[in-house]
């Protein structure tokens, strides 16, 4: 018992962390981020990782190590100790500061992503409106204003520039949804009666082959991640990254299917 | 590891059935009774919070909140309320009695208690007819749901202390409390007092702001 | 802690017949210091009056235990649906799969999977985890390990389980009302759970699922008190706060938090009664289309704030993920001292960690809500405060390790349960640090990175500390040992199973796929984890299956195991000093507490153990 226990708790700490460093080969690992702000976020994942690791070696490890060296047969006494001060101080201490070391670097990159006040100041670029079970994007059309007739409406397809600011509006008619673009580390529930105000800046061009070029047009799944439902599961859109010239392309197409269409109903 | 097994020694080790009880009294000296009801009113102030913290929030995201004078009859609740806090303090007098040893007092307090309770019920029975009958019904708007929730638990917490004190005055009348023994009438004051303390704070923030 | 004097048989306070412990109205004085003997009149009780409708506290513990039992063979059961629909979406599912929906051939709907994970989360939450941590262990502890004859308020008692019943029932029922279950997941969230066309599961079985709530927190509501009540007011001469086990400890703490914290999901539960039976809106924002229709059932009054709920519902349903670890941290830590025959290193700050992480629980509920449109410079405070738990859970780890360390460990199937306590704890909380920080949490909320902590912190910590319990206080509860050799067979396969169905979890949620989802290959980029998903769902299979090991070895072992006397692990605490099984009023002979509770391998007498109740001078 004594053997197996000990190769049984010895092998949590080695599998744990070979599945950690084989994730990414094997395709369990996140996807490659291409915003402005998904490498801060990827960093402070990987200072936490790292942190975490080590906390995960040592007491796993100390754990075996004892499990084995102390379960031996043996009719002595243990070791008769109520605690040590100095050993209890350092380890309240050093954890202590780690933590806050971890707290406190995360603000600056949460208040960049999160605050109001940080929000880039270009004019919002679409409002985005979650319903049971679809999504569906809407533009100022040729006007430059929302909710007049010229208004271009995409469903399931929300076209975005790359390499600037996009800020839109997101809204949801019925239940809670969530709008969650995995490659843009990005997350927000969508709340029935709130607007809530959400950017990216898609700044990195990486084709399905993951080759860098910035004249394709990328396609990114948009999932659902708030329980919406029976059909959540299945409550996909697309986020299409295109650059500014080819974004002024389909805005322009879409605006003129917008006008010929006002035509035929004043017709 | 069956090495730690101690051998069974039927002799010594059968279970019994039934043993002497032996009681220990620990800890502070209060009576166990009124340690737990303190604790439970501890419960009801977070169950109240829970309450009052959804209209101050519904309230400060709403866009507008009508004025409570225009919807409800605040000079007739504030009657109401000095009814509720004057049976308060018949309770308080109630208590008094028995610390005294009179026992008449004490039944006479407790039925002017009993009755202001039952007649503050009655108002605000009366006040949710005349409601009803203006057609203001919970699921008019956010005032009306916040305002029975409110009230109704409130209504309901008046209704549970006048069973109890009924049930504590019927115990006076079998001369259960005695001058040195009264500790079942001072939980039910407890509670009675508890609930006078939460409609002040009901009507002070539904009724009067 | 003044140790108030014992009065020996006939002196005054006896003779004078004051009884604290005498219902209520018959008690003859106010406030009695001292211990009272009391005789007992010695009567057979019928069998409803022992079995069903027992005060004492042993009894009424068992029956959560064995309620527990059952509702954790359901909520297991409702996992392995979860995880076939997980690795096999729409195919037809065996067993019960042609039982039930005929129609599609065996296969289940979208609909119904919502329903699985929804009562999957709440049957284990509400009905096993917590009736088992303070319900069972909390009742038959409590009394035992205080040197009590019994709870303070027997009667109280037996209304804490009866009032689960109706909560089990409605938690059951709600599968076959029309609609079917509840299908808004265990959080609730409205609008999807109270407008009834949102969702099939939002019809009368939301309802049901609220009044199952109400009834479990009723009987919650009812142990607390009682619990706290015994703990401060009954302990045994000499039993000062620093000399009660850390089980006492932790069981006190869970009953705080329950106290403070329920009550208020039971408001925000009937606020949604209310908007669901009575048209409130508390939950219900102005304007909601759902289904092309306006909004049905609920919310005709509208107004209201779906952030609310959130709010108040993590206001209890954080501490609760804590009253569902903290007695688990108790009872490891009294299992480890034991069988590593060693004083639990550093006694108080174990303690006061406990305290640090109950108080920290109350205010980090938002936590859960980064993701929510919440104010984003609330997360920054959730943030800080979240993070500050780990402290303490660091100081119980490092006192656990500190436990082992000189050790003398015996590996019984307690002790190998509460060692992977320690172990799979660990990871569980660790890739909680990973959710507190509010930028990292915004790519991995909602995903199986979540599922995968929780899980660890559940199953591989309580459920392992639950098992070590019942392991280790078997002999207390029935008077007999739970086969050894069974109980190392189940622990080994329980603990490969448990870390290849979770480990796993935290890949697939790297990857991003999210929870809550019927099917995972709904999106092409997830089809890759199909065969991460089979082997995580045949892990599961095994899991639930080798549980059939434990289940022979529990009854078995109840009729047939072998005999053992008072003290069979050659432990200080209390409860060892009753029979085994103790009858009514636990203890034969009078009680005085000499020492701290862990006095193991004490220079003060030659045996390796010094019970609290031997002095030595
Ligand atoms: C028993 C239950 C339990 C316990 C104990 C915990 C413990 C913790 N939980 Fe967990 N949690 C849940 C049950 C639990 N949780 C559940 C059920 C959910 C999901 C609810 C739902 O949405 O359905 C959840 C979700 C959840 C979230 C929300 C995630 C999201 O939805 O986006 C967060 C975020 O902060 C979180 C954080 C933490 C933290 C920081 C701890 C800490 O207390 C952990 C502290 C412990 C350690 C850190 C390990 C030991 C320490 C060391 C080895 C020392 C060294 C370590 C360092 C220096 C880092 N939990
Ligand atoms: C609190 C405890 C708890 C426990 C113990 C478990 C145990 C398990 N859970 Fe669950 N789970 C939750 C709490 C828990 N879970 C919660 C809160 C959610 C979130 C719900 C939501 O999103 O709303 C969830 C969600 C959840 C999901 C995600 C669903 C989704 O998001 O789509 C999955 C998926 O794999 C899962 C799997 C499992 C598995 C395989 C087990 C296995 O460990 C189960 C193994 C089975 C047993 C251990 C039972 C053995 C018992 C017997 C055989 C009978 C004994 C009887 C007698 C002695 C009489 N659970
Ligand atoms: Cu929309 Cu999930
Ligand atoms: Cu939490």
Redesign the pocket.
Known sequence: MRLLVTLLLFLVPVLGVWTFWTAEENGWWMPETVTTYGPDIDYLFYLILW??AF?FIL?EGLLVWFVFKYSKKDDTKGVYSHGNHKLELLWTVV?GI??LVIAFSQMETWADIKYRGNLPKTPPIAHVWASQFDWRVQYPGADGEFGTWDDVESPHLFVVPSDEDVVFILHSRDVLHSFFVPAFRLKQDAVPGMAIPVWFNVDKAIDEEGAEDKEAIRLYDLICTELCGWGHYKMAGRVEVRSREKFDEWMAEQEANVMSNGKEDQS | MSEAIQDYDPAVDAPAHHHPIYDYDSGPPVDRGKFAIWLFLGTEVMFFTGLIGTYIVLRMGAASWPNPEDRLAVDLTALNTFILITSSWFMVMALQAIQGGDQGAMKKWLLATIFGGSVFLGVQVYEYFVLFQAGALPNVDIFWSTFYAMTGFHGFHVFVGIVWLICAYFEAVKGEYTKENYLRLELAGLYWHFVDLVWVLLFTIVYLM | MSVPPIPSEGSAAASEGLNPRAPEGQRKGLGAEGSVYIEHDHHELSFIKKYIFSVDHKMIGLQFMFTGLVMLGLGGALAMAIRWQLAWPWTEVPVIGELLFPATGGAMSPEFYTMLFTMH?TIMIFFVIIPMLTGAFGNFLIPLMIGAPDMAFPRLNMIGYWAMVPGLFFAIASFFVEGGAAAAG??AYPPLSTIKSAAPGSMSGQTYWLLALTFSGISSMAGAVNYATTVVKMRAPGMTLMRMPLTIWSLFIAALLQLFALPVLTAVSIEQILDRVAGTGFFTPTNLVVNQLNAEGAGEAAGGQPLLWQHLFWFYSHPA??I??VPAMGMASDILSVHARKPIFGYKPMAYSMMA?AGLGFIVWG??M?ASGMNPALGMTFMVS??M??LP??IK?FNWLGTLWGARIKLTSAMLNAIAFVAL??I???S??W??ATPV?IY???TYI?VA??HY??FG??MFAIWAGIYHWFPKMFGRIMNERLGQIHFVGSFIFANCTFYMMHQIGLAGLMRRTADPYAYEVYAHLQPLNEFISISAFCLFFWQGFFVFNFFWSIFKGQRVGRNPWKATTLEWDAPSPPGHGNFDRELKVYHGPYEYASPLVDEDYLQQTRSVN
């Open positions: 942190m975490v906390f007491t954890p780690l933590l | 989360g265990w959080t993920v804590y569902m670890v992480i936590h859960h980064f979240t993070i738990i780990a859970s660091a780890v704890f660990i569980g909380g660790l909680g640090i959710m507190a949490d991995i909320h909602d979540i902590h929780f912190v559940v910590g309580t």
